[in-house]
């Protein structure tokens, strides 16, 4: 089993930047992907970024150019890196472990088998 803990959530204007973390502890290699997925009200969960062990990753067309996931392997932490933050990015953001490969390609939330609490991120206008 996979522990995973998010931090960094926070409240920003529009057009400012925040960098949440994912602390993994118990994690196994043979998991081929993790990533990022957010929910707000009237939304649901949807994904945002993932990355699969060769460090290839893929993201959601609404924050492809502002967003970047990467991780520290050696710490065992997951980062997603947010410039450019827009309201519509206010959500409560999860990170997620045990994605299959097509879960990681396609960003399906249901191919994920651990789960954080999640952090909040606010965007004022």
């Known amino acids: 089993q996979v522990r995973l803990v998010e931090s960094g959530g926070d409240s920003v204007q529009t057009g400012g930047s925040l960098r949440v973390s994912c602390a993994a502890s118990g994690y196994t290699d043979n998991s081929p992907c993790m990533g990022w997925f957010r929910q707000a009200p009237e939304i649901g969960r949807e994904g945002v970024a993932t990355?699969?062990?060769?460090?290839?990753?893929n993201y959601a067309d609404s924050v492809k150019g502002r967003f970047t996931i990467a991780k520290d392997n050696a710490e065992n932490i997951l980062y997603l890196q947010m410039n450019s933050l827009k309201p519509e990015d206010t959500a409560m953001y999860y990170c997620?472990?045990?994605?299959?490969?097509?879960?990681?390609?396609?960003?399906?939330?249901?191919?994920?088998?651990?789960w954080g609490q999640g952090t909040q991120v606010n965007v004022s206008s």
């Open positions: 990355i699969d062990i060769n460090g290839r990753t």
């Open positions: 997620a472990a045990g994605g299959s490969w097509v879960g990681c390609m396609r960003l399906l939330a249901h191919h994920f088998n651990s």
